[in-house]
């Protein structure tokens, strides 16, 4: 069966300092990878998505880049975190079908990121 | 554009009674639907899909159904529990957008016992 891991599930970092979240699923070859990240306000905004290695997708400009490095590996970096990049990150994945098409994702447990 | 959003932020219900889970989704939002289950300190949790050539989807205790004529979907879970207690998003995904999600804002599900 497919798994998702997430980690660290929390960070604590200093502004000005940089940032690597990291994101892998087994079982599946060739998912659709993406980020999102979850303000206190519940509704879940996505940042960005993978169809293949090497190729992002950015959904709104901000401090953040992603990354795919192998297959099954999502990176979510900074170089240097803003007071406003704090809140809950969480990783997904769906089969990929190129284009994305109409099938679920599935959700890693998220890493809770406060900036102080 | 795209939207998706649910009708209630909190829903509080009595152990063992139906809940209903209202959403709600613009004109170009309609091609394929999700709900997720969010509990505390966790991602969500797929339960249940419906695409749009369909009115109703039935799992394990709960039931989508698909109104396309007011653009409005529900998920009713039969004999809540307190462990069902959680919140509940609605995503969509637009016709043509490569599989993007767009999610509802969520509603708070809690069960008194």
């Known amino acids: 069966s497919q798994t998702i891991h997430q980690w660290p599930a929390t960070l604590v970092q200093p502004v000005g300092s940089p940032l690597s979240l990291e994101c892998t699923v087994e079982?599946?070859?060739?998912?659709?990878l993406y980020w999102y990240r979850q303000a206190a306000g519940r509704g879940l905004q996505l940042l960005f998505y993978?169809?293949?290695?090497?190729?992002i997708s950015s959904e709104v400009p901000q401090n953040l880049s992603a990354s795919r490095p192998q297959d099954r590996q999502f990176i979510l970096s900074s170089k240097k975190l803003l007071l406003s990049d704090s809140g809950f990150y969480l990783c997904?994945?769906?089969?990929?079908?190129?284009?994305?098409?109409?099938?679920?994702?599935?959700f890693g447990d998220g890493t809770r990121l406060s900036i102080l | 554009g795209e939207s998706v959003g649910l009708h209630l932020p909190t829903l509080s219900v009595q152990e063992g009674d139906n809940s209903i889970i209202n959403c709600a989704y613009s004109?170009?939002?309609?091609?394929?639907f999700i709900w997720y289950k969010q509990e505390s300190g966790k991602g969500p949790q797929f339960i249940i899909d419906?695409?749009?050539?369909?009115d109703k989807r039935q799992g394990q205790r709960v039931t989508v159904l698909l109104n396309k004529t007011v653009k409005h979907l529900s998920l009713q879970i039969a004999a809540t529990q307190p462990g069902d207690s959680a919140v509940y998003f609605c995503?969509?995904?637009?016709?043509?957008?490569?599989?993007?999600?767009?999610f509802g804002q969520g509603t708070e599900l809690s069960v008194k016992p």
């Open positions: 419906i695409r749009s050539n369909m």
């Open positions: 997904a994945w769906s089969e990929g079908t190129g284009d994305g098409g109409n099938q679920p994702q599935h």
């Open positions: 079982g599946t070859s060739n998912p659709n």
């Open positions: 993978s169809v293949g290695i090497g190729q």
């Open positions: 995503a969509g995904i637009p016709y043509n957008q490569g599989g993007k999600l767009i």
């Open positions: 004109n170009s939002a309609s091609d394929y």
